[in-house]
């Protein structure tokens, strides 16, 4: 079954984020899609039960033209990882992950053995870690559906794509909020 390639479909390159982009963004959203730290840290600081990622493919793609022009590369194979992060027994956020083959050299190729340990947990323990370019955009949460056991239909969600350099390789994390996940509210 082929990836959901949804960065391909609905994810345009986006600006650099101006003070307007900023603004258009709902709280709480906002804050959680700016802020530069982990999103597994503060995720599990929510969590009044349980933290874990669900798995939903780890293998070797091919990424969308958009995942490519992103991470600065040309027609590359990669690790794609797509995953749910599930808080208290709720998908909070869908996120899909690009590891270039290029990228997987060294103390970086533990990326591909990560099984359930967040990715996050991984990367913001490298001393080498640099955070790139962050876009934000607001997509269809129905592309969601079929990993979800209640359905999206008009709702959007709202998620953004990063720059990770690690050992100066790029990788790119795409994360989405889901609809019914308030992270201020939980
Ligand atoms: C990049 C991070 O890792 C998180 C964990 C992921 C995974 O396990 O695949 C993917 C995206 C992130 O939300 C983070 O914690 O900020």
New binding site residues.
Partial sequence: MPFIDFAHQTWQPKPVLTDECMRNIPEPYRSWLLDS?????RLKSMCTRQFR?K?LRHEWGIPSRSELEFLGCHHEMASI?E?L?IVDDRPA?F?R?VLPASSLTGVNRELLE?GE?????F??NQPSLKRGQIEIDELPACQFNLHLDRPYYEESAWGRR?Q?YLNGKAIS?C?VFLPEYNPELM
Avoid at 37 to 41: E, K, R, V, Y
Avoid at 117 to 121: A, H, I, S, V
Wanted: no cysteine.
């Fill in positions: 730290g982990s999103l597994t840290q990622v798995v990882r995953v992060l956020v996120a992950s990560l340990r967040p990715l996050g947990e990367l913001f990063s990770f994390v994360e």
